[in-house]
Nanobody, 127 residues
């Protein structure tokens, strides 16, 4: 069982930055792929970024060059550094942990490949 707790959300102005953190419980954190997803009101949950157990990173086209995912296995934590924020980045951001069959964009961008989810943290970007 893995428990995930997100933090770092809040209000930012367009062009600003926020850093999300996701702290995981358990001793096997390093064996999990970690993902960030977001969900805006009235929309489906969408992939933002993921990092595999061996450090490979993947990001949605909408955030490439602006968001960076990283992990610290010594702290059981995954981060999402969000720069050059836009109003369309406004959403609830969720952290997820999973062990997909392969570390690839196809697998790591799929919500069905994740077994554990955090409660979410709100990010609001004002124009």
């Amino acid at each position: 069982q893995v428990q995930l707790v997100e933090s770092g959300g809040g209000l930012a102005q367009a062009g600003g930055s926020l850093r999300l953190s996701c702290a995981a419980s358990g001793r096997t954190f390093s064996t999990y792929a970690m993902g960030w997803f977001r969900q805006a009101p009235g929309k489906e949950r969408e992939f933002v970024a993921a990092i595999s157990w061996n450090g490979g990173t993947y990001a949605a086209d909408s955030v490439k060059g602006r968001f960076t995912i990283s992990r610290d296995n010594t702290k059981n934590t995954v981060y999402l550094q969000m720069n050059s924020l836009k109003p369309e980045d406004t959403a609830v951001y969720f952290c997820a942990a999973g062990r997909p069959l392969r570390a690839s964009y196809y697998f790591l961008s799929d919500t069905q490949k994740y077994d554990y989810w955090g409660q979410g943290t709100q990010v609001t970007v004002s124009s």
